[in-house]
């Protein structure tokens, strides 16, 4: 039997996947947190086996805050369910640590599959996160960045360090250096010279 805990900033979609989770026959119990502060606080006092977790949670990011998640739960899996179906998000993800990826229009087989895939220590990805990371990467359109990759790019592109980064923006060095590395990833450069190089042409910073 499988203890889940769901971690969403939505209610409507905990309350939905509540509803989902009791019709399955091997989840014994389900908890739903709605914010990060709630999500550890229920970590430091009980087990679970799996947290479904969406990558953009309030005003934290999945990525950045599974480390600490798995300080406190080593043994537990924790499944990326989302709706960011673009390909960086997805590869991000995955280096990031995720045990698997799902996407909230997923059906109710995709997310059996992947709760069980995540016991046997297998990583699963929906047919649909497939399809949408193989279309995405043939996609050629502009340049997509989040506020926070645009906010430390133009960091960057005034020749701030990363500790200096780290400071004005409240975050860790190496938040910085997961960030820089997606923005990079997005912009396909190998280094800060051709980083900043596209980053002005394609008119995503302010010079």
Known sequence: MMKIL???DHFLVLEGLEVLLSTFEFVEKTQSVLNYMELKDVLEKENFDVLLLDIHFGKHDGREIIQEI????????IIALTSQSDSVTIKSSVNAGFDGYLLKIDSRKDIEKALK?????EKYYSPKTQQAFFETQT????????EREIE?????????????IAEELCLSKKTIET?????MLKLEVKNIAGMVKKAIMQGLVNI
Do not use: C, F, W, Y
């Open 6 to 8: 769901l971690a969403d």
């Open 139 to 146: 996609s050629k359109s502009k340049t997509v960045l989040t």
């Open 117 to 121: 895939a995540a016991i046997n220590n």
């Open 70 to 77: 798995r300080q406190l739960m080593p043994k537990m899996k």
């Open 152 to 164: 430390i790019l133009q960091l960057i592109v005034k020749e701030k360090t990363t500790k200096e």
């Open 179 to 183: 960030h820089r590395g997606n923005i």
